[in-house]
């Protein structure tokens, strides 16, 4: 089986893991901090707070941003239900605004018309890989004196204007989930610029205990549990698979954006199929390559080519399932056909393999399937 996506563990990957297992700590200790300050490093950041996923990450995130009960954070429907979601661990509720035409992710004007006296935090999401409108979530968020925490869990080596990604928004959560650049096993990280959201992500991390407080001169076993946290620790097993992965992270990205080229080129000239776009001021990141099949023009539906996909072992998927049309949002009070454009994209989208391992010939079989769909359509139309 071909996947969407697939982790790549070298020799030296395992060495750092053994490594790991054979020193003094196995959670908290000199790996944790090396992995921190190589992301940090990486994206442009001062601070970088590792957490045992990138849901945890968020959700540390939206407590860092003191999002409460009552108060709204604005995202987009085209993500993984953990964006959505961390606002509501916080008693916060997230509102969805709908997403550009082109790259699918959140669009400022529909942003904008959404931003309410609850409104707290702008949670734009770097789809696929490719960064949200990032500017205007910075303007909309000074305007509004709101906090943007920008999922990028898809998007670890993008640029917007020349800046990588994690560097920008007050907040920048990553994913160390094996399906995306990074495998950490589990894993996720916070990179900010802030020193005060730091403090805070470090905090939230670890039960919100304050371990610098002044009473440990006279009570030297002192430490002060001041605002309740969780256990959202990245042990050094994790962090020295992370800080391994990372040092291939430049040819990890070149490789990517070979084969999104690649991919350009042979699909450029099928019917009704339609290609991610990558804007001038930007540089893609390519964690997903998801093609719009346009049913009426290629005469074939977004479902034919999955199932006929899958047939051949490749384990195409679809990024994503608009999140307020899960049953919980629609509890919620969230209904199919609020989003025009991201509920239009979600009836085409589908997710080619797209992973810096990728071999020559997994890719021409992609290539070779799709051609054979595109040959025989007609039959099924
Ligand atoms: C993977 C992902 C997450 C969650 O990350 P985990 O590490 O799996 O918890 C959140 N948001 C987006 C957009 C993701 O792709």
Redesign the pocket.
Known sequence: MLSYSRQEILEEDIQAVVDALRSESLTGGDRLRAFEEAVAEFVGAKYGVAFS????A?HAAVSAAEVGPGDEGITTPN??C??ANCLIYQGGRPVFADVAEDTLTLDPAAVQARITPKTKVLLP?DYAGHPADLDAMAALADKHGLTVIE?A??AIGARYRGQRVGSISHMSVF???PV?HIAAG???MVTTNDSKFAERLRRFRDHGINRSTEQTATEPWFYAMENLGFNYRLDEMSCALGFSQLKRIESNLNARRGWAMRYAEALADFEGLRLPVEQADCDHAWHLYPIRINERIAGIDRRTVFCGMREAGIRVQVHYIPVHRHPYYQSMGWRAGQFPVAEAAYEQILSLPMFHGMQQAEWQSVIDCLTRIWKERRCHA
Do not use: P, Q, R, Y
Request: net charge negative; hydrophobic share 30%.
């Open positions: 996923s990138g849901t945890a968020l993500t993984f953990a964006t999401v999922d869990c898809h994913s160390f989930h995306k589990e894993g996720g």
